[in-house]
């Protein structure tokens, strides 16, 4: 097994090549919900790029299949690890709170502090926001409104970390779009938005499901990849691996262990994906789900892909699991053009072809 290797079946895993099933689906996915749910959440702070991440993985779908599904409650959109916002499914919703919301919250302490949110007035708010989004939803302006007019105060960035502390609270998601919005979500009472009861949720068997989605989506990976993914610990990680006996499978490479899905394992003599051309979004698992990215991303690259490594992914062309060049969409509203600009010299005819092929399929998923 090879760094390639590894990134190809990583492409396989992660519902990326046509045909192939996502992670351990039976079948390609047909449906965002099915899409999310292979990867367990997807990287969302981009709202856009989010949908086309799941986009990319539904051939034939569009920028209006995603927003129904986030309409209809198949799909959803939290704060699911790290701080950062995440799209994943109604099942999976408190199970990942389960697991990854306490080291948010010990995240944002020294936050909260200095703006003196305190856990009563956290309560306090979870009713407000229960209320004031249990009836057909709420801009973020109403529900901040609904904040204020508990006695809390908003200006400045307390009042986003005050949706953020509800949020993890398990009290609100974010929904449908907001009306005559391609943009802004509302956001929705969680009891009265997301069927079922959670109560009886064990920490234990929350971890192991959490960590096993992981591997077997993303994998092959390591302990290490999966820590930075859930914003976990290791010694969290390693314990959520030891209920996974049998579903997983192991690989060494260049002295890393890497897991996968057991099932997977035929995959290792030759991973698919050889010829695969992708076009990914900014923020996409492929590159973001893993705290080490050489197996796809070169070192001489990492600078091309995160300019001034301020946080910010471009848009990325992948050939073979290889990352290979950057794209984007400039031109107007009614003649968008695409262009992309490679790693090296140009591409040849064929890849060119396959890549501008790619971005078009981007424009229509856009346009529709």
Known sequence: MTPVGLARMRLAAQGLLPGIPASTLQVPASTPAQVVGALGMMQAQDLAQACWAVGVRLPGSSLGTIHAALGEGSLIRCWGARGTLMFTTPAMHAPLLLVTAPRMEAAMAAIRKREG?????????????????????????????????????????????????????????????????????????????????????????????????????????????????????????????????????????????????????????????????????????????????????????????TPGKNGIFLRTVHAGGKTVGTWGVGGTARNPQGHHVPFGPDPSASRAKAIAARIEAYIEFRRS
């Open 117 to 305: 949110i305190t856990q009563t007035e956290i309560a306090t708010l979870a009713k407000a926001a229960r209320i004031r989004c249990g009836a057909g939803g709420a801009t973020r302006a109403q529900l901040l409104q609904a904040f204020a007019d508990s006695g809390s105060g908003i200006e400045g960035q307390r009042g986003y970390h005050l949706i953020v502390a509800v949020c993890l609270r398990g009290g609100i998601v974010q929904g449908p779009m907001e009306p005559g919005s391609g943009t802004r979500q509302l956001f929705m009472a969680t009891d009265s938005w997301i069927p079922g009861k959670t109560a009886d949720l064990d920490p234990g068997n929350a971890l192991a499901m959490v960590v096993r989605g992981y591997f077997e989506s993303h994998g092959p990976a390591t302990v290490e990849d999966c820590a930075w993914w859930l914003g976990l610990t290791l010694a969290r990680v390693r314990a959520g691996l030891e209920d996974c006996t049998g579903a997983l499978a192991s690989v060494s490479v260049g002295g890393a262990t890497y897991h996968f899905a057991a099932c997977h394992e035929e995959r290792l003599e030759d991973p698919p994906g050889a010829r695969s051309v992708i076009v990914l979004p900014g923020f996409d698992e492929f590159l973001l789900g893993y705290r080490r990215r050489s197996a796809t991303l070169a070192a001489e690259h990492v600078q091309e892909v």
